[in-house]
Each structure stands twice: as structure tokens, then as C-alpha cells.
């Protein structure tokens, strides 16, 4: 399955080296706004944003415009849809659910009155590299450089709103607004990760990396760069892995994640039993020492 004579051969090929670039560049995107994600409890809103993503990617195909754009705007209106009518957090699984049932159902709606290659349909659900060009790189660097630039400006009063949402409120923090502008540039970052990860599966990036640095660390700063690595390590080997055997690179870069994940919490689980072998001795000391 693994044939790294044809794998190194395909690295060669135009279209790979523009996919890993785009996986690159996602990576990057996703691992910084990975940790906010998980620290916010919006991994279900990834997932919902991603739906409206793959039915702005449907109509897309359907119209025979740009499946990129289609999903980029399907995304921003997710996210919009969720900053605004899930405002209160008791409201907002009950309303990403809504969103995430309406989007998958109208996707499949597009999709059927669809009559081109099956593989199109797919690779929305699935992710397919060869549909990445330097059109859609150009677009996927540029709206990245617009999320990173926004997050750099709001990164500060975001973590404090994410940290001590009550307090940053009484300080004057804009909470609310934070929370639309977050969710917009999820979305965005949703939708980027279709082409490769697919619609279904961009949680693999968008949060099992920054999940998994959450285990190991409590530092906002360190878990953004372990999530950033995470992220690359599962989108560019995800990619590579894929190539020889002709698969689904959506399959490579979750399976990645998630044994990074697995092992971010065994490192959790060692440190922790360790820190209890240490305490233990000294509590159990102290009543001879009396």
C-alpha cells in the first residue's frame, strides 16, 4: 500500500506540491485558531459551519462556478447564523444543530440535481487534492492572511473574553462582537480545509490537533504552537500517505490526529502518575514527622 518509490515520483508532480502548500498554509491557520476553538467549546460549531460550507460548495458545482467560493460563502453564513442566533450559550448546540441538519440536506438537495463526475460529489464530502490550482492556492493564502491578521488584532481581548467571559464584560471587553468576528473566521477556516480534508471530516484539523495540545500543556501560547505542528504533521503526512495508494487523504490526516491525540493523552495519563507517586510519599511522611 505504502510504495515510497511511486510516493517520492508523485512528489514531483505539480499538483501535489500546490496541495501541500495548501495543506501547509491550512495547517497553519487551523492550528492557531485550534486552541480558541476548544477553549470556547465550538467544536460542534466547526462541524455545523462546515456543513453550510459543503452546501455552499454544492450549489457551487451545480452553477459551475468556483467550489471554493461556493464554500467559503456557505461557511461565512453559517458562522454568521451561529454568532447571531446562538448568542446565549444554553442556545447554541440547539441552534448549530438546526444549521448542521439544514446544510447537510440541502447539500444532498444540490448535489442530486447534479449530473457531472461522481468524484466531484465525493471529493465535497472527502477532500480531493487534484482540484487544487494556483487559483484556488492564491485564494486559500489570501483569505488565510486575512484570518491571521484579523486574529492578531483581536487575539488579546478574544482570550480574555474566552478565559473570563463575566469580567472581560464589566472591564468593557465587546464580547459579543468577539464572538461574531471568531465564528466568521471559523467558518472561513472551515470552508478552506473542504478541498482537502472535505466537508465532513475538517475537524480532524480544525480540532483534534488543538485538543490534543491541550492535554499536555495549559499554556494558551505553548498549546498554539504544539497545535500549529500537530496541524501540519497530520495535513502534510496525511498527504504524502495518501499519494501512492490513491485514497482519500481525509482517511491519512484523521488517522494522524487522532494517534496524536492518543498519545498527547498517554503523556497526560504518565504525568499524572507520576506527579501522585511523588505527592503520596510526602503526604504519607508527614504524620511521622509529628
Known amino acids: ?6 510516493t517520492g515520483e508523485l512528489l514531483g508532480l505539480d499538483f501535489v506540491q500546490t496541495a501541500l502548500l495548501a495543506a501547509a498554509v491550512l495547517g497553519l ?11 470556547r467549546r465550538m467544536s460542534f460549531a466547526v462541524h455545523g459551519t462546515a456543513e453550510l460550507a459543503f452546501t455552499g460548495a454544492a450549489g457551487a458545482l451545480l452553477l459551475g462556478v468556483g467550489v ?5 460563502a456557505g461557511a461565512v453564513i453559517a458562522a454568521l447564523l451561529i454568532g447571531i442566533l446562538g448568542g446565549r450559550e444554553s442556545e447554541r448546540d440547539s441552534v448549530i444543530g438546526v444549521i448542521l441538519a439544514f446544510g447537510l440536506g440541502m447539500g444532498v438537495l444540490l448535489l442530486s440535481f447534479y449530473e457531472g463526475r461522481s468524484a466531484n460529489k465525493f471529493g465535497i464530502l472527502v477532500g ?9 492556492l492564491n485564494l486559500l493564502v ?10 492578531a488584532v483581536i487575539y488579546r481581548p478574544l482570550l480574555f473574553a474566552t ?7 464589566a472591564r468593557g471587553v465587546p464580547v459579543r462582537l468577539l464572538s461574531l468576528i471568531f465564528a466568521v473566521l471559523v467558518g472561513i477556516s472551515s470552508a478552506l480545509g473542504v478541498q482537502i480534508v472535505g466537508a465532513l471530516l475538517v475537524v480532524s484539523l480544525m480540532v483534534t490537533p488543538a485538543a490534543a495540545a491541550a492535554r499536555v500543556t495549559a499554556s494558551p501560547w505553548k498549546a498554539t504552537v504544539l497545535s500549529i505542528v500537530f496541524a501540519e504533521i497530520a495535513a502534510l503526512g496525511g498527504i504524502i500517505l495518501s499519494l501512492a495508494p490513491g485514497k482519500p487523504v481525509s482517511a491519512f490526516v484523521t488517522t494522524i490526529s487522532f494517534v496524536i491525540y492518543l498519545v498527547c493523552r498517554l503523556v497526560a495519563w504518565l504525568r499524572g502518575r507520576t506527579s501522585r507517586v511523588r505527592v503520596e510519599p510526602t503526604a504519607t511522611a508527614q504524620p511521622a514527622l509529628r
Open 163 to 169: 478565559v473570563d467571559p463575566a469580567v472581560a464584560t
Open 142 to 151: 489570501g483569505a488565510s492572511v486575512v484570518v491571521l491578521v484579523v486574529l
Open 29 to 39: 491557520v487551523a492550528g492557531v485558531l485550534g486552541p480558541l476553538v476548544v477553549m
Open 68 to 72: 471554493e467560493l461556493g464554500g467559503l
Open 128 to 136: 480531493q487534492i487534484i482540484t487544487i490550482d494556483s487559483t484556488n
Open 1 to 6: 500500500m505504502f510504495d515510497f518509490a511511486l
